[in-house]
């Protein structure tokens, strides 16, 4: 099965490059597509025929529209994708959001192209161009991804992913650049991480075996990790984790990621994620329709696992602990109940009216072990509760928290283009 693409910078100019496909970008003009600068560079190549390829197509330079023309040997690419953009700002330029969605939409159109040339981020250098640089490769890379190890043949090529991609720049030699592109792979990376995590059956990822992902990955990287058993987790009087696990035969987990940063940490962080493998609701079941879904209510854990160990392969000069309580909510003779009274590490007690609040239980002990730390910033991720997508819809998330940090979160996402 194909991984992740193998991500290039290249300077050469556009008619010494080969490859099966090449990407371009074009705006939204008021009459017909305005060219980007990768687009009018290939137009030369073409002897100014792609506008008029274009224009007999359709094409409007519409965010996201993907515009695919075979060049019938006209030059040294077989295909040309041509992403829109979207209307340009005053300055004539996109937004880095836009050339990331961009890039996806055009890689996830070119299945069956084994190498590709991306020239969204045509001439680009840094620092001035580090946006533009970023979001184009980020997005290819993260287009690419395809979760295909349950099927029972493999795909065809048609339908396969580019396995090469290379991005036109400037200069491929510049150092930052090069720092840049191990950056973005290190980044993609946690991102396949996640969602191959998120991805995979609730019957083979279950709390032990999530465990057991987590610490692998995390000492690939150089974490110190410490994984609690349902005996370590008795002794250690995580009440809340040992309720949600009490139904299900596969017993709870709490796993335990740490990384110190080389020289002076300017800060400590604590990483808290909610782990239900699977989530029925317990004895307060969910109804039927939808309850597949629930094998994602783990999402935020494997953001948190991925995010501890990203922030280890950057080398980051931060203090992190990321604390996972892991658990299947299921129903049973041995399940917690609705009435039934928990107490958590901290000692604090709570009674329990519904079990499918399991989500705050767990995250009780998980956020009371992490706070014995003394970390500076605390920040939780979770598929909490169906009322937030019923407020927000299933694109937004809630953020709450304390004014400052809850501030910086926002602004990250923005820059992260996760807003």
């Known amino acids: 099965m194909p991984g992740m693409p193998t991500l ?29 600068p990768g687009a009018q560079a290939l137009d030369d190549l073409l002897d100014g025929k792609l506008p008029d390829a274009l224009k007999v197509l359709s094409a ?14 006209a030059g040294p690419f077989p295909v040309v994708a041509a992403v829109g953009l979207g209307a340009p700002d005053e300055a004539g330029t996109y937004p880095a959001e836009m050339v990331r969605r961009a890039a996806g939409s055009a890689v996830r159109a070119l299945s069956g192209r084994r190498s590709v040339l991306n020239a969204l981020a045509y001439g680009a250098s840094l620092p001035d161009d580090l946006d533009r ?38 200069d491929a030699k510049d150092a930052a650049l090069k720092a840049e592109l191990l950056r973005i792979e290190a980044v993609a990376k946690a991102v396949t991480m996640t969602r191959d995590l998120v991805n995979s059956p609730p019957n ?9 992902r987590a610490e692998a990955a995390g000492k690939a990287v150089g974490l110190e ?34 990384y110190t940063p080389a020289g002076r940490a300017v800060c400590k962080i604590a990483l808290v994620g909610k782990g239900i493998t699977f989530d029925s609701g317990g004895i307060s079941i969910k109804p039927a329709p939808k309850m597949d ?18 922030v280890a392969e950057l080398g980051l000069p931060v203090e992190v602990t990321a604390t996972i309580p892991m658990a ?17 590490r901290n000692g604090k007690t709570a009674e329990i009216t519904n079990t499918d609040a399991e989500g705050r239980v767990v995250l009780a002990d998980a956020i009371a072990r992490a706070c014995e730390d003394g970390p500076d910033w605390l920040i939780e991720t979770s598929t909490l509760t169906g009322a937030a997508s019923v407020a927000l819809g299933n694109r937004t998330a809630g953020v709450m928290g304390s004014d400052i940090l809850r501030g910086r979160v926002i602004e990250a996402s923005e820059r992260s283009g996760e807003a």
């Open 133 to 170: 640089f970023r979001a184009a490769a980020e997005g290819a890379l993260l287009g690419a991804y395809r979760y295909l190890p349950y099927k029972s043949e493999a795909p065809p090529a048609r339908s396969t992913p580019p396995q090469r991609i290379d991005v036109l720049v400037a």
């Open 225 to 258: 990790i410490e994984v609690l058993n349902e005996k370590a987790l008795a002794k250690g009087r995580y009440g809340g984790v040992l309720a949600v696990g009490s139904g299900s035969d596969r017993k709870p987990r709490l796993v335990r990621m740490h």
């Open 293 to 310: 879904e629930m094998k994602s209510d783990m999402a935020g854990a494997a953001a948190m696992v991925a995010t501890a160990c990203l």
């Open 60 to 73: 409007s330079g519409g965010e996201g529209e993907v515009t695919r023309i075979a060049t019938l040997g």
């Open 204 to 212: 083979d990822l279950f709390p032990a075996e999530f465990a057991r």
């Open 8 to 36: 290039r910078a290249v300077d050469k100019p556009l008619e010494s490059v080969t490859a099966d496909a090449i990407i371009i970008g074009i705006g939204k003009g008021k009459t017909r597509p305005l060219l980007t």
């Open 328 to 344: 299947e909510n299921l129903p049973s003779g041995t399940a917690y109940r609705p009435a039934d009274v928990i107490t958590f």
